[in-house]
C-alpha cells in the first residue's frame, strides 16, 4: 500500500469496552468509582504511541484540514456485567404493616478474609421486636452475619464476619422474616483474597481517545506489588505508570498505539504466573463520526428539568473535531418542539444544549443523537420532566450532630409557597425535633433541626406529607446524625 493510499484510509478508532465498577465508589478510600454490578475487565497497557495528532482548532475557529484522520480510543457504554443480582424470591408482604426496608449499605464494600465489614439496614418503623424478627444472609456460606443491633427506628446495624477461607467474590445479603426473604440488598460488598484480582475497571479516558486511566480491585502487600504487572495480548497496547493504594486498589495508564481491526485480551500476573484475565475486553472499530471521531455516550448535566428549561447534556467521545458538531442533530421522540444545538468542546467532549417547549410532557424521555440518517446513540432514559413541586433532595446544614441545631434545606423545583408551607412532618425519633418550612423561591425552602443531646448518632427518617399528599424526594428522606 503506497503512502497516497495510506492516507485515505479510514482512520480505526480503539474502543475500550467497560464498565464503571459502580460497586466500588462508596467504598472507603477507593477513589471514583460508584455502587453497582459490573463487568470485571481486562488492564491495558500503553503501545507504542502514534505521531502527534495535527493541532485542535479552537472552538472559535474553522478547523485546519488534514488529510490524515486519526485514531482514537474511548470507553464503550456496552458490558456485560459479572457481579448480577442473584435471583430471589421476595416476599414484601411479611413485613409487619407501617415498617418499611429501603436499603442495605456498607462502611466499606470491599474486605479480606478475616475481616469484619459493617454494614446498615435503612427504613422506618423499626422496632427492638421487629429487629427480633428477622435475619440477615450474606448469600455466600464463608461469610456469617452477626450482632443485629437496633441503632434508631429508621436504621438497623450488623457485621459480616468472613471467614479465613473466603473465596474472591461479590454477594448480594437477603433480610428475611421466617425462613423467607423480604428484603435483597440492590448493592452488593466484596471480599477479595491476598494476591487475587476482582476486577478492573476504566477510570476515565484521555480526550485524545489515546490515553486512559483504569483501576484494578486486588488485595496485594508491597512486596507483592513489586512483582504484579499487566499485561495485554498486543505490543501495539501498553501499561504506564502502576500506582498502589493498598491493599486493595492499584492504578494506571493504559496507552493505545495504531493496531487492526479486532479484539484483544488482558491478563495480570503476579510473580509471572497469570492471576486474572479477559479476552476480547479491548476492540478496534471504526469511526462514526466524520473522519476520526466515535461518538460514545451521552450524560445529563442534570437530568430533572421543568417545562421551557434547556436541558443540558455531555456527549463523550474520542477524535472530535469543530465541524462535527453541525453534522450532529438531536431528538426526543415523545416531544414535539424541542431545538438541539451542539457544540464542540474538546477532542473527547461535545455540548448538547435542548431547549424545552413549554408544552413538554412530564414523564421520562428517550434521546436519539444522529449523523445524517444514523443512528450514533439512543437513550431510553436521557433525562425526566418533573410536575410542579417535585422534591430532589433534603439534607441539614451544617451536619447533625447530638446537642446541635442546623437548618433543613430541601431542594427541587417549582416549589410555591402554599405547598412548602403546607408540609407536615413526622420523624420516629422524639429527640430529633424539626420545626415548619419557609418557602426561600421555586428551588429551595429550609426548616430548623435540632438533635437533643440524647439522640444516638445514626439514620433517621424525615416524613413528610403536604395536601395530604406524601412527599418523597427524589434522593430519600433519610438524614444522618454524625458522631
Not at 40 to 50: C, K, N, V
Not at 349 to 377: I, Q, S, T
Request: with cysteine.
Amino acid at each position: 500500500m503506497n503512502k497516497q493510499q495510506r492516507s485515505q484510509r479510514i482512520a480505526l478508532v480503539v474502543v475500550v469496552i467497560i464498565i464503571v465498577l459502580l460497586l466500588l465508589r462508596r467504598c472507603g478510600g477507593l477513589g471514583p468509582v460508584s455502587v453497582a454490578t459490573p463487568t470485571p475487565l481486562p488492564a491495558a497497557t500503553a503501545p507504542p504511541l502514534l505521531p502527534p495528532p495535527p493541532p485542535t482548532p479552537a472552538a472559535s475557529a474553522p478547523p485546519r484540514p488534514t488529510g490524515k484522520p486519526l485514531p482514537a480510543a474511548t470507553p464503550s457504554p456496552k458490558a456485560t456485567p459479572v457481579a448480577t443480582q442473584p435471583r430471589v424470591d421476595v416476599h414484601p408482604e411479611l413485613i409487619p404493616k407501617n415498617i418499611h426496608i429501603v436499603r442495605v449499605y456498607y462502611v466499606n464494600m470491599i474486605g479480606a478474609p478475616g475481616d469484619i465489614i459493617e454494614f446498615d439496614i435503612n427504613g422506618s418503623g423499626f422496632t427492638q421486636e421487629f429487629q427480633e424478627m428477622i435475619t440477615v444472609q450474606s448469600g455466600r456460606p464463608d461469610v456469617k452475619v452477626k450482632d443485629l443491633t437496633l441503632v434508631t427506628p429508621n436504621q438497623i446495624h450488623g457485621r459480616l464476619i468472613t471467614d479465613a477461607a473466603s473465596k474472591t467474590d461479590f454477594s448480594f445479603p437477603t433480610v428475611s422474616i421466617g425462613g423467607k426473604a423480604v428484603f435483597q440488598a440492590r448493592e452488593p460488598f466484596a471480599v477479595i483474597r491476598p494476591g487475587e484480582v476482582l476486577n478492573l475497571v476504566f477510570t476515565e479516558m484521555g480526550e485524545s481517545g489515546r490515553t486512559g486511566r483504569f483501576r484494578v480491585f486486588t488485595n496485594l502487600t508491597q512486596e507483592m506489588f513489586t512483582r504484579f504487572s499487566v499485561i495485554p495480548a498486543t505490543s501495539t497496547i501498553q501499561i504506564a505508570s502502576l500506582s498502589p493504594q493498598l491493599p486493595f486498589i492499584v492504578d494506571g495508564t493504559v496507552m493505545i498505539g495504531p493496531a487492526v481491526t479486532g479484539d484483544y485480551g488482558v491478563t495480570i500476573q503476579l510473580a509471572g504466573k497469570p492471576i486474572w484475565q479477559r479476552e476480547g475486553i479491548i476492540r478496534i472499530v471504526r469511526p462514526n463520526l466524520g473522519q476520526s471521531g466515535l461518538v460514545q455516550h451521552l450524560q445529563a448535566e442534570d437530568g430533572f428539568h421543568r417545562p421551557g428549561d434547556i436541558a443540558r447534556f455531555l456527549v463523550q467521545g474520542s477524535g472530535f473535531r469543530f465541524e462535527d458538531a453541525s453534522a450532529l442533530t438531536a431528538d426526543a421522540a415523545t416531544i414535539e418542539g424541542e431545538a438541539a444545538t451542539f457544540l464542540y468542546l474538546a477532542p473527547g467532549r461535545l455540548g448538547l444544549d435542548l431547549k424545552l417547549p413549554d408544552n413538554a410532557p412530564e414523564g421520562r424521555h428517550a434521546l436519539v443523537v444522529r449523523a445524517a440518517d444514523a443512528v450514533l446513540l439512543e437513550v431510553p432514559t436521557a433525562f425526566t420532566v418533573v410536575p410542579k413541586n417535585w422534591a430532589r433532595d433534603i439534607r441539614p446544614q451544617p451536619p447533625l450532630k447530638p446537642g446541635t441545631a442546623a437548618q433543613l434545606v430541601l431542594s427541587g423545583r417549582a416549589l410555591d409557597k402554599e405547598f412548602v408551607e403546607g408540609i407536615s412532618i413526622e420523624v420516629d425519633e422524639p429527640g430529633v425535633i424539626v420545626g415548619p418550612f419557609t418557602w426561600v423561591d421555586d428551588r429551595r425552602a429550609v426548616a430548623d433541626i435540632e438533635a437533643k443531646p440524647g439522640v444516638k448518632p445514626g439514620d433517621y427518617q424525615i416524613r413528610m406529607t403536604s395536601g395530604g399528599a406524601p412527599v418523597m424526594p427524589h434522593a430519600g428522606d433519610i438524614v444522618n446524625v454524625s458522631r
